[in-house]
């Protein structure tokens, strides 16, 4: 089992940056596939990255695809999302999730309580 805490959220400018932090507890962070997923209010849950156990292989939404990067540090237990050229439709609880698969957005079991990010236009 892993405990995710998300940091970094905030409010921004559309065209701005953030970048979330996901600090993973346990000594099996390197086992899992890590990803973001967001939800805006009245909208379902949206699986905006993935990156597998090692940070060879990733997986984008279209919607941030070329404005989003997903990284990790295993050696630091964390998770990252770098967001440049935000927009206002970018708002949302952003969480981080922990699971076996990085591109099946099924696949995700042990969730973070949620940092929110507001873009203002």
């Known amino acids: 089992q892993v405990q995710l805490v998300e940091s970094g959220g905030g409010l921004v400018q559309a065209g701005g940056s953030l970048r979330l932090s996901c600090a993973a507890s346990g000594r099996t962070f390197s086992t899992y596939a890590m990803g973001w997923f967001r939800q805006a209010p009245g909208k379902e849950r949206e699986f905006v990255a993935g990156?597998?156990?090692?940070?060879?292989?990733?997986y984008y939404a279209d919607s941030v695809k070329g404005r989003f990067t997903i990284a990790r540090d295993n050696a630091k237990n964390t998770v990252y999302l770098q967001m440049n050229s935000l927009k206002p439709e970018d708002t949302a609880v952003y969480y981080c999730?922990?699971?076996?698969?990085?591109?099946?957005?099924?696949?995700?079991?042990?969730w973070g309580q949620g940092t929110q990010v507001t873009v203002s236009s």
């Open positions: 990156i597998n156990w090692s940070g060879g292989y990733t």
């Open positions: 999730a922990a699971g076996s698969d990085y591109s099946d957005p099924g696949r995700f079991r042990y």
